[in-house]
């Protein structure tokens, strides 16, 4: 009798301590915190995450340790290291739990971003695109790099600013690497056979995506410029509000007509139908900024890689000042100063929405480069004119790497090609000069192609384009006073200027004249 009475006593108490333990707040980390993951070599190391209010949390990792306390809300973070390259590590984060992270590594950390032509994969795919990169079998069965990873973010919108993502740190292998962004896997690849250290990669785009939805609200709202995105967009939620409030009546009448046919064996009508909620598309201005960008902010990198502006081909003059934004709401947000950020120049496309100007896009890409510690790729010689998902990312990611080099590690190397400096009107003639000649100019071909001049009237017409040292001399013998010149100014040019390191010249015009998409932008 006793005994059963002491039996039931340790029941009680159990259930109390379970209880009580079960009320307590374990300490947790966010998704990037996890097994394979890479931290940035030569930096103070961010680890954060949620524990209960005042908690001691300590973090201990390549036989260093940091501890703090957290907060009132329950949120910490700590700095560790500067750590040097290397790995594997296991990381421990002590409070009144134990998380141990497993085959950590460090070296150099970029965040991988922008639209379709980004999270164009490796291999091929499920979603209508093309089948994968060029060669991609030859690709994937050689893909045996464990020290490049990648963080895939899982898609997703948010109205407000966001505390982490879905998403985990994957191993390069031919069974990971068919599905990870091609240019990102590139620029890794290359990266690493340049620096030798691991390699981390936080690939977060959405195809089809415009510039506005990686941008805060806050900057959005900054500018008169951007008000027409802000205004469409509210007209969209607000024609959803009321679409919805009608919706939920016919829905509660389809339910009663539904009962009813289904009782008297009747066919059942189709339910009423809704379009999609603008809350949660894709395209929602700063929709990505809050869902797939700010999570990933206390993550220490190097810097970002760019590929977007296809969806921005209706308002390229607008992209002038939407683009560079997005650097600088990047870069705020990461409160590391001007971290390398690296861009690809649209390539050439030929099917093209009349008010589409892929010109002004790559005009706006190439004056954004007047932002300290920005590179960019050029990929007018390497497109696709019936695709514009143009599969040679290899040389998208090669080129990146050259800027990278450059820009985010200071090696003096010819990483760009000719871009327009100035020029001089002599007569019937135009000089043109150019920075980053890299040894010199050449036309990849028999004679120079590409180049358009205009007199008075800003009517262009082709163009006779010689080298003479470092300059191309352009002329045409119907326009005897000419102004201004352009060079690969259409959407899909055949253009042929480089410089001797291969390297393509960026399309540009010396004039200003409003182009003829502007008229419906």
């Not at 060079?487 to 001797?500: M, S």
Request: net charge neutral; charged share 20%; with cysteine.
């Amino acid at each position: 009798m006793r005994r059963e009475r002491y039996k039931g006593l340790f029941l009680f108490v159990g259930c109390l301590l379970l209880a009580s333990t079960a009320g307590m707040a374990s300490v947790k980390t966010p998704s990037l915190i996890s097994d394979n993951m890479v931290l940035q070599e030569g930096a103070k190391d961010r680890i954060w995450g949620t524990a209960d209010p005042s908690e001691r949390v300590t973090v201990t990792i390549a036989g260093t340790e940091a501890s703090t306390a957290a907060d009132a809300q329950g949120k910490w973070a700590v700095e560790i290291g500067p750590l040097k390259a290397g790995g594997p590590f296991e990381m421990t984060i002590r409070g009144s739990n134990v998380i141990v992270v497993h085959d950590v590594m460090v070296g150099e950390v970029w965040v991988c971003s922008g639209q379709s032509n980004m999270e164009f994969s490796v291999g091929p795919t499920h979603n209508g695109w093309e089948t994968g990169v060029q060669n991609y079998k030859q690709e994937i069965a050689n893909a045996h790099y464990p020290l490049i990873r990648m963080f895939t973010v899982e898609k997703t919108v948010a109205g407000k600013p966001q505390e982490d993502v879905a998403g985990q740190w994957e191993i390069t292998s031919p069974v990971t690497v068919a599905h990870f962004t091609a240019v990102g896997y590139f620029f890794g690849l290359n990266l690493y056979k340049t620096l030798h250290v691991p390699i981390g990669l936080i690939h977060s785009s959405w195809g089809g995506t415009p510039a506005e939805s990686w941008t805060s609200l806050p900057t959005l709202q900054s500018d008169p410029e951007f008000k027409p995105i802000l205004q469409k967009y509210q007209e969209q939620e607000n024609k959803f509000l009321s679409n919805l409030t009608d919706f939920n009546s016919r829905f509660e009448a389809w339910r009663k007509e539904s009962a009813e046919a289904n009782t008297d064996g009747t066919p059942i009508p189709p339910p009423p139908a809704i379009r999609n909620d603008p809350r949660t598309n894709p395209w929602r201005p700063a929709g990505l900024f809050n869902a797939m960008i700010m999570p990933l902010v206390p993550y220490r990198i190097k810097g970002a890689i760019w590929y977007q502006g296809e969806s921005n081909g209706d308002r390229g003059r607008q992209y002038r000042k939407l683009f560079p934004d997005v650097i600088r709401d990047w870069r705020r947000a990461w409160n590391e100063g001007n971290f390398p950020f690296l861009f690809v120049q649209l390539a050439n496309f030929q099917p093209l929405p009349n008010n589409f100007s892929f010109p002004l896009v790559r005009e706006a890409q190439l004056m954004t480069l007047s932002l300290p510690k920005t590179g960019m790729a050029v990929t007018i010689d390497i497109g696709d004119p019936t695709s514009i998902h143009p599969r040679n990312k290899q040389e998208v990611g090669r080129r990146l790497v050259l800027a990278a080099r450059a820009v985010a590690y200071g090696q003096h190397i010819m990483y760009s090609g000719p871009i327009y400096k100035s020029m001089e009107i002599e007569g019937d003639k135009v000089y043109l000069h150019f920075r980053h000649i890299g040894g010199g100019l050449r036309a990849d071909g028999y004679a120079l192609e590409g180049f358009e001049i205009a007199g008075q009237d800003h009517q262009f017409v082709s163009a006779n384009a010689k080298i003479q040292g470092d300059t191309v001399v352009v002329s045409s013998g119907v326009v005897a006073h000419p102004v201004a010149v352009r060079y690969g100014w259409a959407n899909n040019p055949i253009c042929n200027l480089y410089n001797e390191a291969g390297l393509p010249a960026s399309p540009f015009r010396t004039d200003d004249w409003k182009d003829p998409s502007e008229a419906t932008q």
